[in-house]
């Protein structure tokens, strides 16, 4: 089967047009039956598939590196009477558990990804509701800051998901209902369980959306909306956007090479080994060398990379269960970009670079594989780097010198921007995730910013796992390697999701731990995916036939 | 250079070629001076500056493998040795039948087989702990030689454990070979793994029915274990069992050695009862009831050290292709055991009861039953030399779920004849089936140290024939 491919740009689009006008942009849906990503299901009222969101995924991209002047993205649809009516019930009763589990965090992740624009890149995301906007539609308005809704007796917001197809509104919708929109549980509970949704006055007095408005003024409001948000953002109009040119990659059966990036697949194992190239010198790291260098500058590139190496391996290579990364390159000169993005912070390109290699690591968070970290002789982990470190479920390090290996031994190097810039989704770092928010184990570490701390100095401070030498290395990895592999992939799913994510808890958390762990469930379920289920029969007419036992 | 040859060109004697094996070499080196530490403190008691003739392993083929000489036991030359490989050895049981033999542990399999190395590992050296004070009591220099020799090979044995652990299990199998030291017999705060190994050895009968019992245990998980699917474990455990038949030879030689003297001791004195017990004892030696009590004690004992008759863990390392059965390969069956069943004595509704049980899961239960047969045939060469000397007395095996702590019948008391008695007249029977606190007291008083050459103490026959065909009153240890 030909891979499900993440590149995309504008010019290819099936679903979606962008439209830009000055520093407002339009996202109008409008979904092309006919070029789902999978045969056997047509994509009717504006219903996606993973395909759909893929594009969407590209445009909010886009969005913030090419058009840093955009303050207002309005999400639209392009069909008559019907806004969305969510993620395609065909898709989903037909698709395996694997890919209904990869495309609902997929989904999930692109949602946070308006939010986090709106949040952190100054680009507010708002919906304009006209006609059905049901399910994964409505859950997609939930991820904008702010929802208008055609008050004009048919359109409706609905989360139909648990009467019509006995499965949740998976997509963040229960969670961002309460935690984010504060409607109240019982009337989220009504909410839930009416089938036609809910419209007018009672959807605006519910808080389920922000404004009704009546048809004939309905632009209007939208215009006087966007134009009143993008007077209260300060004007960005200097600054000048890049354009993202397409990723090349080449995928052979031993592994896929990227630019800054070769994956090193070894079916036996199970395992993917990331071996990430980094710098060797940083002599003219500047802002305008930054500029020139727009998409292939070494961060951006290698962030753009690992982001489709990791959702590549998702969906296409779902048995490689062991992501291991290494990196090659000057630890010096990591460390140097990673000051330059420090001290550049107020920079549109280089703030964006840091917002998207803090989503792309909570991404490897949120990826279902073990995470392997292994710090070498000649390996560059620092600063931003030093994520895939702190991040991994057991990070080895090797003390010492191998025998005929003239470097120095390996070095990790701490940095400010450890602490600062790449929260993971429960909003801490990883440094104070991996040490549970205790001063008395953090303090230490903060204290080691800018040193090249050697594996015994790593292994005192709690930075790595286990430090072995030379003697040791190859066959403890080794060993360590086969031993995963001989674990069931479910439970060490649960094991790492379990693990990583200590500390508070926020509506990401909630949504990827809790919400999704539910519907993953649910998924599995006679109830909903039986012969007689409720998905399975979706659109023959007949009920759902359920099992009446509470679990 | 021949596998086969042992090579000295380092410190410990070995046929690995250790000598271009850093990582090992060096770890091992780092042990050694633990160990020797250990040895000096928890080896035999008294006797470290003693001169003794002690066999040394030099090479691994069945013939001509040991050379004697005097060796002061710190000296010892102890060293790793492995049984030749096979070439195209095939994996001869369990999901891996049929193919390769692994040289290199499977990741999938480490922890697992490191506990197997771990807990037999730790029986090696606990023996030693539990024999330390017998030379202050030995009946002569031969048997005193003899208990060293069972000593210096047990240590070697517990080398083999921790060369396969530092040389197949990184840093963990280094901190396990630590523990192995760390860990002693009796001790309270860490004590050894199995229970048998923290009984304290009082007297010689009690060393000579240990080898004869509790070293064959050992014998019987070193046969299932030299047929593993992990090459190196498979030959070092079939160089050991060359090194523990010895051990089970001093034991049966023992313990026939003073039924001998007990009954040539009866005869002269005109005794014919061998329950007159009061009589015999009356001569200083040991009257055949208290020996058929002791025998009692240390079969239970070490019928607890096969674990529970149905028992995962057996059938996961036989699954996993680690662990075999005693002589799995002259077995004819599928030797994968999927859908077969074996029949395990139980305890069911209030009777002892033949249950078939997968066989996977029963596989304790049927190395036990081997190990019984081949205890029961040790038990008859000692019923002839009781009936050679014309008394009229039989050695018997007690039931297996008499005195048993472990498994099926670790919470019913059995006599040994195999009859489930009420607790009070367990109690009130007792000191029939197992040796009481004046048995042992008497015992304790008939052991004396006898150091003269030639000489042996009045409770013991001397041995057929020497050591290495020595006279009869070679000094098999110069003392210092």
């Known amino acids: ?551 | 250079m021949s596998i086969d040859k042992i090579s000295y060109d380092t410190l410990i004697p070995n046929n690995v070629n250790l000598s271009s094996d850093r990582r090992v070499l060096k770890a091992l080196e780092q042990w050694h001076p633990q160990y020797i530490d250990w040895w000096k403190t928890m080896g035999p008691d008294g006797f470290q500056d003693a001169e003794v003739y002690l066999r040394t392993a030099i090479s691994v083929e069945t013939k001509g493998w040991a050379k004697f000489g005097y060796v002061k036991m710190p000296d010892y030359r102890w060293g790793i040795l492995l049984a030749p490989q096979e070439e195209g050895r095939k994996i001869p049981f369990g999901e891996h039948k049929g193919e390769d033999v692994w040289q290199e542990v499977p990741g999938e399999y480490r922890a697992m087989l490191r506990r197997l190395l771990v807990i037999q590992g730790d029986t090696e050296p606990a023996s030693v702990e539990q024999q330390r004070f017998l030379g202050a009591t030995a009946p002569s220099l031969y048997d005193l030689r003899n208990v060293f020799q069972v000593n210096v090979e047990e240590g070697r044995h517990l080398w083999a454990m921790v060369y396969l652990l530092q040389k197949y299990f990184g840093r963990d199998g280094r901190e396990e070979a630590h523990e192995l030291l760390r860990r002693r017999s009796g001790d309270k705060d860490a004590p050894r793994m199995l229970g048998a190994f923290n009984e304290e050895t009082p007297d010689w009968l009690s060393f000579f029915m240990f080898a004869f019992f509790t070293d064959r245990d050992g014998k019987m998980q070193l046969e299932s274990l030299a047929q593993s699917g992990f090459d190196p474990l498979a030959r070092t455990c079939r160089f050991m069992l060359t090194e523990e038949a010895h051990h089970m030879f001093v034991g049966e030689s023992g313990v026939g050695r003073i039924i001998q003297r007990t009954c040539e001791t009866m005869q002269q004195a005109g005794i014919d009862d061998p329950f007159d017990t009061e009589k015999i004892r009356q001569l200083s030696v040991i009257d055949l009831p208290t020996i058929q009590k002791k025998a009692n004690l240390h079969y239970s004992l070490s019928l607890d050290l096969f674990g529970s008759e149905v028992s995962t863990n057996a059938a996961n390392f036989y699954n996993a292709s680690l662990k075999g059965r005693f002589k799995e390969t002259k077995l004819t069956d599928d030797h994968r055991l999927d859908n077969t069943t074996y029949p395990v004595l139980k305890l069911v509704n209030g009777a002892l009861t033949m249950v078939d049980e997968p066989a996977l899961t029963a596989l304790n239960m049927r190395l036990r039953d081997d190990y019984v047969d081949d205890c029961a045939r040790g038990i008859r060469r000692w019923n002839k030399i009781v009936a050679n000397n014309g008394v009229e007395f039989e050695f018997k095996l007690p039931h297996t779920g008499f005195n048993r702590q472990i498994g099926q019948f670790a919470n019913v008391d059995i006599s040994p004849q195999g009859e489930i008695l009420k607790p009070n007249d367990w109690q009130i029977a007792r000191n029939n089936f197992l040796p009481s606190t004046d048995d042992g007291e008497f015992i304790a008083l008939l052991m004396r140290q006898e150091t003269r050459r030639g000489k042996f103490a009045e409770w013991i026959a001397p041995p057929k024939s020497g050591v290495d065909n020595q006279a009869g009153d070679f000094e098999y240890v110069r003392l210092s």
């Open chain 1, 1 to 551: 089967m030909k891979p499900i491919d993440f590149r995309t740009n504008p010019e290819s689009y099936h679903h979606w047009r962008l439209e830009i006008d000055a520093d407002v942009a339009r996202l109008i849906m409008d979904v092309s039956e006919n070029d789902g990503l999978f045969s056997g299901y047509e994509l009717k009222l504006n219903s996606y598939d993973l395909g759909v969101d893929i594009e969407l995924y590209d445009a909010i991209q886009r969005l913030r590196f090419e058009h840093p002047e955009i303050k207002v993205v309005i999400l639209e649809s392009g069909k008559d009477q019907v806004f969305c009516a969510g993620a395609n019930i065909r898709m989903l009763a037909s698709a395996n558990h694997v890919h209904k589990v990869n495309f609902c965090k997929f989904t999930n992740e692109t949602r946070n990804a308006m939010e986090d624009a709106t949040e952190h890149s100054g680009q507010v995301y708002i919906t304009a509701i006209k006609g059905t906007c049901a399910g994964g539609g409505y859950e997609l308005a939930l991820a904008t800051g702010y929802i208008i809704l055609a008050d004009d007796g048919s359109s409706s917001v609905a989360l139909p998901e648990v009467p019509l197809l006995a499965v949740l509104p998976g997509t963040g919708g229960l969670t961002r209902i309460t935690d984010k929109r504060k409607v109240r549980r019982d009337l989220a509970d009504v909410f839930c369980t009416t089938e036609e949704g809910i419209k007018g006055q009672r959807a605006k007095d519910w808080r389920l959306v922000d404004e009704i408005v009546p048809l004939s003024q309905f632009d209007d409001c939208v215009s006087a909306k966007t134009r009143q948000l993008c007077d209260n953002r300060s004007d960005s109009s200097d600054q000048q956007g890049i354009t993202l040119n397409p990723i090349g990659r080449e995928i052979s059966d031993s592994g896929i090479t990227y630019s800054t990036l070769h994956i090193a697949v070894d079916r036996n194992n199970k395992v993917a080994t990331f071996i990430i190239d980094g710098p060797t010198d940083y002599a003219d790291l500047s802002l305008e060398s930054l500029n020139q260098s727009g998409d292939q500058f070494w961060l951006l590139c290698l962030t753009r990379e690992l982001d489709d190496a990791i959702l590549h391996l998702r969906l296409n290579e779902p048995e490689l269960g062991t992501l291991v990364f290494k990196s090659m390159g000057s630890i010096a000169a990591v460390a140097h970009y990673d000051a330059f993005i420090q001290n550049n912070l107020d920079n549109h390109l280089v703030r964006e670079m840091v917002l998207y290699w803090k989503r792309t690591m909570k991404r490897l968070d949120l990826t279902s594989r073990s995470l392997i970290t292994l710090i070498e002789q000649g390996s560059c982990f620092a600063g931003f780097l030093a994520e895939l470190v702190f991040g991994a479920d057991r990070a080895y390090m090797l003390e010492g010198q191998h025998e005929d290996d003239e470097r120095e031994p390996a070095a990790l190097k701490i940095s400010q921007s450890n602490f600062d810039l790449f929260p993971m989704s429960n909003g801490i770092s990883r440094l104070e995730t991996r040490f549970h928010s205790d001063t008395e184990r953090l303090k230490p570490v903060q204290k080691t910013i800018g040193l090249a701390l050697e594996a015994e100095q790593c292994e005192t401070l709690g930075l790595v796992t286990f430090i072995y030498d030379d003697m040791d290395w190859d066959e403890e990895i080794r060993i360590f390697l086969e031993e995963r592999a001989s674990f069931s992939p479910d439970s060490m799913v649960g094991l790492e999701a379990n693990l990583r994510f200590s500390g508070p808890e926020t509506m990401e958390t909630k949504i990827f731990g809790r919400l999704t762990a539910w519907q993953n469930w649910i998924f599995q379920r006679p109830n909903a995916v039986g012969e007689d289920g409720a998905l399975k029969r979706y659109g023959t007419g007949k009920k759902g036939v359920f099992d009446p036992q509470r679990v």
